[in-house]
């Protein structure tokens, strides 16, 4: 394949998918918003541990 070929599906790809959203029907964007918080809490938490050098 080459890139220009590619691009050219990449339009055609994204001038079909106008009409969808992107999201998903059972994506819950708080819960998926709270997760990846409590994610990166929890390792800031772990690296505020481990870090004993100051």
Known sequence: MSIQS???QFVT???EG???GGN????NP???GGGALF???LLLFI???????R
């Open 18 to 20: 106008g009409g969808h």
């Open 6 to 8: 590619t691009a050219a």
């Open 39 to 41: 994610v990166l809490l």
């Open 47 to 53: 690296t505020t541990r481990f870090n004993r050098d």
């Open 24 to 27: 998903h029907e059972s994506l």
């Open 13 to 15: 790809l994204a001038a």
């Open 30 to 32: 708080y819960l998926a």
